[in-house]
């Protein structure tokens, strides 16, 4: 993910990627790939954002009130973290390096 200095334009394309995912999980078939950042903050990908960040607060909020959720609401979250790659920067191309 490309940062710029404008914090509104980032939290935009955060939520768009997020939106992303959430919209490729829903509809796995029909995805599109190496998309550019300024794709992300296009209309489609933000609502998905908004539904996805909806479902995350909501589950934290629902975990908090009933304690029988709080496994299933830390496993969504460790999914939804573990999926995002725009939250773990990536400096090493470990597709090309040699096994250990």
């Known amino acids: 993910m490309i940062y710029t200095p404008d914090s509104l ?3 935009r394309v955060a939520l768009g990627t997020l939106g992303y995912y959430l919209r490729t ?3 796995p078939v ?3 790939m ?3 950042v300024s794709d ?5 990908f933000l ?3 908004l539904l996805a960040l909806a479902l995350i607060v909501g589950s934290a909020v629902w975990a908090r009130k009933d ?3 709080v496994l299933p609401a830390s496993l969504l979250v460790l999914f939804w973290v573990g999926h995002i790659p725009s939250s773990m ?3 090493f191309p470990t597709r090309f390096s040699p096994a250990i």
């Open 89 to 91: 920067p990536i400096s």
């Open 47 to 49: 609502a998905f954002g």
């Open 40 to 44: 992300m903050s296009r209309v489609v």
């Open 25 to 27: 999980m829903i509809f």
């Open 67 to 69: 304690k029988d959720v």
């Open 30 to 32: 029909r995805y599109d």
């Open 9 to 11: 334009e980032n939290a």
């Open 34 to 36: 190496f998309l550019p």
